[in-house]
Structure formats: structure tokens, C-alpha cells
């Protein structure tokens, strides 16, 4: 069963809003990201992980929302089996167009989709930083 385990919002300056979320309801910075698409800071209240990123080109941040985007992009489901909740996902409407990194056996690997609304999720088999499940 999938489990909601991850937010992403993209923000103008990931630091300013790491010490609003931190000091308002009290998470805690868990990790940071500094990578070609987006750079960003990783938030924890212990079982969800709140992604604040800042992304670089608007290819990266999703051609219809575009790099300048400011609001919740994307939300990611921790899975137990990838290829099994892919043909759920896609039995269902949804579409994948994207897996980062290429090697899926890394800790941050993850596979992006659309669902039928064309709004973004990804789905893990190692979730997120900050993130139990």
C-alpha cells in the first residue's frame, strides 16, 4: 500500500522559507540539495517530508508552471513495489514522464507521473528525506 510521505513546494529562496516552516510548526531541516534543477532544503515533522525547492529552468520545474512557479508542484507516494503501483497508476489515467536519477538503485531514485488533472506526484521505493514509513 502507498503511503503519502512527501510535499514539494517550490519557493523563491528555500532558506527564508526553511526558517518560517521550522519556527511555525516546528520541523526540522533534515537535508539539503543543490543539484542541475533545482536547489532546495528538506523539512521533517518525523513521518512526512516537506521539500522546499527553488528550481532552476522551467523544463526542470514543468513547462507549465515554469521556473518562476511559487505553490505546491508535487506530491510523492512511498511504495513498496515501483513497477506494480506504475500499472496501477496507469491502468488509472495517470502518466509517467520522468525517473531521476538514472540509476534506480540510488537512495534518491523516483519515478514522476501525471495524473489524469496533469497535476505531478513521484513515487519511491526508498522515500524521501525525513520521511518514515
Not at 18 to 37: H, M, N, Q, W
Not at 39 to 63: F, I, P, Q, R
Not at 88 to 97: D, K, L, P, Q, T
Request: aromatic letters at 10%; proline letters at 4%.
Amino acid at each position: 500500500m502507498a503511503k503519502l510521505r512527501h510535499v514539494a513546494i517550490a519557493v523563491p529562496d528555500p532558506e527564508k522559507s526553511a526558517e518560517f516552516y521550522c519556527k511555525a510548526f516546528d520541523l526540522s531541516i533534515v537535508g539539503r540539495t543543490e543539484s542541475p534543477l533545482a536547489s532546495g532544503v528538506y523539512l521533517s515533522d518525523g513521518t512526512m517530508g516537506l521539500a522546499l525547492l527553488n528550481y532552476k529552468n522551467d523544463e526542470s520545474a514543468g513547462l507549465e508552471k515554469g521556473k518562476d512557479f511559487v505553490g505546491i508542484h508535487h506530491l510523492g507516494f512511498w511504495c513498496e513495489d515501483l513497477e506494480e503501483q506504475r500499472k496501477e497508476i496507469e491502468a488509472n489515467g495517470g502518466e509517467f514522464f520522468m525517473e531521476l536519477p538514472a540509476e534506480k538503485d540510488t537512495l534518491d531514485y523516483e519515478m514522476k507521473f501525471r495524473d489524469p488533472d496533469n497535476i505531478i506526484f513521484d513515487i519511491s521505493h526508498n522515500g524521501w528525506a525525513g520521511a518514515k514509513l
